[in-house]
């Protein structure tokens, strides 16, 4: 973490770039200033990271993307949270520069499109039918129940196993096991040559993972249209990324469920708030 922001004792805070975005347009003004209040007194701070550019920038606008770079510059104060292969932390940096540097590679929503293809809409409508999970219910229950349901459901499965066949994972817990697994098998060379911390990398997938097999199992899934263009991969990558922070705020009530149950599924802290909760929380904090 940066020097400057130890010694200030700033909070981080994550911020959806849903929020990035509708702050800088001006949606919610007293959100806002009440932002701006918490950076200059010193409260606060909002780190950014590369997931976040890459959703506010803007492609064949140059202005408004350097214009929104240039406000995520002065409420993040310069720090930037980096998740790689070899970091993970928070350092000194500027969205312009981490922009210039991840620009590099091609970016939008292609890779995104790609993913969301496959496993299809209806391959994840069929499998739910197939455990007996409505997401009309799982979502009329809360995180913890949400994830009792599911396991229930994934124990109580008769599968038609052939002979030798293995016994498929029957909670999430053994489908986390299996994840460890098949990283240890396909990556502990790639994280031997990057000098990589194993753990590190299984856990940061983990988190990601159950963030998918929520949506893919019902819990707060996303729509038909939202599947398509494959969001709910960065949203993984922003549920990731925010266990390192105090709070993770959004105006995305889905996101913001699955993130609640991918945090409390790990023990995970860190607080999950819509936009008016946070709103209320700062005005407590530094008042109206």
């Known amino acids: 973490m940066p020097k400057s922001f130890m010694n200030q004792k700033r909070i981080p805070i994550y911020l ?9 347009n001006g949606i919610d003004d007293e959100l806002i200033g009440l932002i701006l209040r918490s950076v200059f007194q010193g409260l606060y701070c909002y780190p950014f990271t590369s997931e976040q550019i890459s959703e506010i920038v803007v492609e064949n606008d140059k202005q408004l993307s350097s214009n929104r770079l240039k406000y995520l510059s002065i409420i993040s104060q310069n720090v930037y949270f980096e998740s790689s292969m070899n970091r993970t932390g928070f350092t000194s940096n500027s969205p312009v520069q981490v922009f210039d540097t991840i620009s590099e590679v091609t970016m939008g929503s292609e890779w995104e499109r790609k993913l969301g293809s496959i496993v299809t809409y209806e391959e994840e409508l069929l499998a739910r039918s197939e455990f007996g999970l409505s997401p009309n219910e799982l979502n009329n229950l809360t995180a913890t129940q949400a994830i009792e349901s599911i ?3 994934l124990h109580s499965y008769k599968y038609e196993l052939k002979e030798g066949e293995e ?5 999430l817990d053994e489908m986390m096991d299996y994840i460890i697994k098949i990283m240890k098998e396909s990556f502990s060379g790639i994280w031997d040559v990057f000098n990589a911390d194993p753990e590190k990398q299984i856990f940061n997938v983990q988190v990601v993972s159950i963030f998918t097999m929520m949506d893919t199992l019902g819990f707060w899934s996303d729509s038909r249209g939202v599947h398509k263009r494959g969001s709910r991969y960065a949203d993984s990558r922003h549920a990731e990324n925010g266990r390192h922070f105090s709070m993770v705020v959004s105006r995305d009530k889905r996101f913001l469920k699955k993130t609640e149950a991918a945090y409390l599924f790990f023990d995970i802290k860190t607080k999950t708030l819509n936009t008016d909760q946070f709103k209320q929380h700062l ?4 008042g109206t």
């Open 151 to 153: 396991n229930d459901a």
């Open 167 to 171: 016994e498929p994972p029957r909670s």
């Open 16 to 24: 959806d770039s849903n929020v990035i975005i509708d702050t800088y």
């Open 283 to 286: 005005q407590s904090v530094i």
